[in-house]
């Protein structure tokens, strides 16, 4: 049972574009939706995370948009660089994040010079 | 700061030897994970340590796993009888006492059993 659905698995963006990647989520007790980046050879990196009583948050050139109604979420990457160039995990999780988390099957997004 | 730090970064043993992987969360996180991140499965949660709870080993795969976590800090993983479907990168993560609990990921243990 896949609780978290992530889309899509690949992405190729050019400089300067907008990256887009989408998640839905099944379970309605999850209250924390964390976005993850992840380099060949490294460990997940957190990105941004939101609480559903938000329907966006910013922080730089990255943003989280949450449609509660819908259960989705989606992470959009401003003026994309090819340093952005990596594997993006979106996450749920219940009990503010004190919780484990399940996470989508990963998006990698390739950003073209 | 220091981050979550792992080791060994790399780890190949023979099929059927037990393994020993470690991981040293951030100072002052109180819960800690591990999760396993493989080409088919992807990220999947094995185990959560929160202070002196016990612990929710709900996501561990079998019996031959096993984790502890001494004095609040340090965690070992512990494989017993490796089979090549363990395979995989094993992440360990910790968080701290917060307004939200977000996760902190160290680099990983590549296992490689042959």
């Known amino acids: 049972q896949q609780q978290v659905k992530q889309s899509p698995q690949s992405l190729i963006v050019q400089k300067g574009g907008i990256s887009i990647i989408n998640c839905a989520y099944e379970n309605t007790a999850f209250d924390y939706f964390p976005w993850y980046q992840q380099f060949p050879g490294k460990g997940p990196a957190l990105l941004i995370a939101i609480r559903p009583d938000v329907s966006e948050k910013k922080e730089g050139r990255f943003t989280i948009s949450f449609n509660k109604s819908a259960k989705q979420f989606s992470l959009h990457i401003m003026d994309s660089q090819p340093g952005d160039s990596a594997t993006y995990f979106c996450?749920?999780?219940?009990?503010?994040?004190?919780?484990?988390?399940?996470f989508g099957k990963g998006t990698m997004l390739l950003v073209s010079p | 700061g220091a981050g979550v730090s792992q080791s060994p970064s790399n780890k190949v043993t023979e099929k059927g030897k037990d393994v020993e992987l470690r991981c040293d969360p951030i100072?002052?996180?109180?819960?800690l994970y591990w999760y396993r991140q493989s080409l088919g499965q992807g990220l999947e949660f094995l185990i959560y340590?929160?202070?002196?709870?016990?612990?929710?080993k709900s996501g561990l795969p079998s019996d031959r796993f096993s984790a502890e976590r001494t004095g609040g800090s340090v965690s070992t993983l512990t494989i017993q009888r490796t089979q090549q479907e363990d395979s995989a990168v094993y992440l360990c993560a910790s968080s701290f006492s917060g307004a939200t609990g977000g996760q902190y990921f160290g680099p990983g243990t590549r296992l490689t059993v042959l």
């Open positions: 100072s002052g996180h109180t819960a």
């Open positions: 996450a749920a999780s219940r009990n503010s994040g004190y919780s484990t988390l399940t």
């Open positions: 340590f929160q202070g002196n709870s016990a612990p929710d």
